[in-house]
């Protein structure tokens, strides 16, 4: 008889801001598993239509491109800084900004990028496990993740947030624009029909406004316990 080994995987969704990716990063160290950053592939995305001069309309050449890019995610020097290169080249800050998570919100409501970009989320899903965030990993990319969480936070909280991490790293940002743009960029998310940002019906809804992360990364931590077998 043979027996199918599957890869447990832990899904956490949220808007931006909501704090999942600091979160699933610490989780992902804590239990020894694969870390999947599905929105910087959609970043990633949109930093290659600006370098081929793809308009964010043109849909078959989008879902051509996420097809074609090449994105790893490396450890610079096995440490906890990772240099996400694409098609070899490091792109680092400029996937961060304000306007490569605009432009990415714009073409994932592409179904035909989302699509395309499927089998490159499935491929991270690998032994000992993979902790995931993004938008639609309970939902769509991760059906059968042993757990599933969706982080919430106040638009307010969510913005504050976003200005202490970009003051930290040295832009120049403005608080009421930000929350502007994250009220813009929720409403696109949500609104949009190919995996509009929603919890999946069985994921634990975790409000952050009032926690701190180490509280959220200790209750989720405490919640997959429950889970896993043995
Ligand atoms: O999470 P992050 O802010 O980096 O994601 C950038 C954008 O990519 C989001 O606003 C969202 O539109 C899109 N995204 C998505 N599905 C995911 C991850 C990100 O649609 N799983």
Redesign the pocket.
């Known amino acids: 008889m043979t027996s199918v080994i599957v890869v447990p995987v832990l899904a956490i969704d949220g808007p931006?801001g909501s704090g999942k990716g600091t979160v699933g990063q610490l989780l992902a160290q804590r239990l020894g598993w694969h870390f999947l950053d599905?929105?910087?592939l959609?970043?990633a995305l949109a930093v290659a239509a600006d370098a081929a001069s793809v308009d964010l309309g043109d849909k078959p050449r989008l879902a051509q491109l996420a097809v074609d890019m090449d994105i790893r995610f490396v450890p610079r020097g096995g440490g906890d800084v990772v240099d996400v290169l694409l098609n070899g080249q490091e792109i680092g800050d400029r996937l961060r900004t304000e306007e490569s998570?605009r432009r990415?919100?714009i073409l994932?409501a592409v179904p035909e990028v989302r699509r395309a970009l499927l089998q490159k989320q499935h491929s991270f899903r690998q032994m000992p496990g993979l902790v995931a965030d993004?938008?639609?990993?309970g939902s769509t990319v991760f059906p059968d993740a042993i757990l599933k969480v969706f982080l919430t936070a106040s638009a307010e909280v969510r913005a504050e947030r976003r200005y202490k991490q970009l003051k930290d790293k040295g832009f120049d940002v403005n608080l009421r624009r930000l929350l502007d743009e994250i009220r813009e960029?929720d409403a696109r998310?949500a609104g949009r029909e190919a995996?509009p940002l929603k919890p999946a019906s069985d994921a634990c809804i975790l409000d952050t406004s009032q926690l701190d992360i180490s509280g959220v990364v200790e209750r989720i931590y405490g919640l997959l316990q429950q889970r896993r077998p043995g």
């Open positions: 931006s599905s929105g910087a959609y970043r998570g990415a919100s994932a993004g938008r639609d990993m960029r998310d995996s």
